[in-house]
T-cell receptor, first 116, second 112 residues
Framework: GAGVSQSPSNKVTEKGKDVELRCDPISGHTALYWYRQSLGQGLEFLIYFQGNSAPDKSGLPSDRFSAERTGGSVSTLTIQRTQQEDSAVYLC??????????????FGEGSWLTVV | GDSVTQMEGPVTLSEEAFLTINCTYTATGYPSLFWYVQYPGEGLQLLLKATKADDKGSNKGFEATYRKETTSFHLEKGSVQVSDSAVYFCALRIQGAQKLVFGQGTRLTINP
C-alpha cells in the first residue's frame, strides 16, 4: 500500500501474555520509528531503526519491550508479560534516509492494545 | 533536553472563529518544527512544517511561523470549520537527530 501499515489494528490481551505488533513501512523508507500514545498522554518515543539496526532504543520503557526489523522493511514490536499500564496505542512511522531534520515522518493508524 | 510545550486544551470554538494554538520549544540544537493533526479515528498526519527561522508553513488554511527569537511555532487559522475538530500536536526534530519530540497535544472542538 501507499502508507504505513500496522497490524493488528486492535488487540485485547490478558495480563501476563506476550503480544506482537507489526509494522510495514512505506516502500523505500529506511528509517522506522515506534511511538506510544497512552490515554491522556502525549506521544512517547520508543525506538528508532535505520535499516535493520536500532541506534536509539532509549524510549523502551522496560526489558519487557523489544523490537526488531528484518530486510530493512517490516518491524515487530514485542511486549512480554503484558501489564495493564501497557494499554495504549502503538504508532509506527517511517521516513526516507535522513539528510536533514526536515524530512517528513509518516505515521500509521496505530495498533490499539488493551490489557485486561 | 529537547521539549515542546503546547497550549493546554481542550479548546472549543464556534465555526468561523479565529484559532491560535500556542507552541513553544526548548532545543539543544537547531530544530525543524512541525504540526501534526489527528482526526477522530484516524492516524497522525503532517499538517505543516518549517525548517528554518522565519519560514512559514501553511496547509488547509492553517499557518505557523518559525520564530527563533521567541522559540515559538504557534498554529493559526483565520476561520475554523467543524471539520477542523481534531487533536493537534506540535513537534520538533533536531538537525542530526532522528526522532520527533512531541508536545502533549491540544484537542480542538468546533461547534456549528
Amino acid at each position: 500500500g501507499a502508507g504505513v501499515s500496522q497490524s493488528p489494528s486492535n488487540k485485547v490481551t490478558e495480563k501476563g501474555k506476550d503480544v506482537e505488533l507489526r509494522c510495514d513501512p512505506i516502500s523505500g523508507h529506511t528509517a522506522l520509528y515506534w511511538y506510544r500514545q497512552s490515554l491522556g498522554q502525549g506521544l512517547e518515543f520508543l525506538i528508532y531503526f535505520q535499516g535493520n539496526s536500532a541506534p536509539d532504543k532509549s524510549g523502551l520503557p522496560s526489558d519487557r519491550f523489544s523490537a526488531e526489523r528484518t530486510g530493512g522493511s517490516v518491524s515487530t514490536l514485542t511486549i512480554q508479560r503484558t501489564q495493564q499500564e501497557d494499554s495504549a496505542v502503538y504508532l509506527c512511522a517511517s521516513s526516507l534516509a535522513l539528510t536533514g531534520s526536515g524530512n517528513t515522518i509518516y505515521f500509521g493508524e496505530g495498533s490499539w492494545l488493551t490489557v485486561v | 533536553g529537547d521539549s515542546v510545550t503546547q497550549m493546554e486544551g481542550p479548546v472549543t470554538l464556534s465555526e468561523e472563529a479565529f484559532l491560535t494554538i500556542n507552541c513553544t520549544y526548548t532545543a539543544t540544537g537547531y530544530p525543524s518544527l512541525f504540526w501534526y493533526v489527528q482526526y477522530p479515528g484516524e492516524g497522525l498526519q503532517l499538517l505543516l512544517k518549517a525548517t528554518k527561522a522565519d519560514d512559514k508553513g501553511s496547509n488547509k488554511g492553517f499557518e505557523a511561523t518559525y520564530r527563533k527569537e521567541t522559540t515559538s511555532f504557534h498554529l493559526e487559522k483565520g476561520s475554523v470549520q467543524v471539520s477542523d475538530s481534531a487533536v493537534y500536536f506540535c513537534a520538533l526534530r533536531i538537525q542530526g537527530a532522528q526522532k520527533l519530540v512531541f508536545g502533549q497535544g491540544t484537542r480542538l472542538t468546533i461547534n456549528p
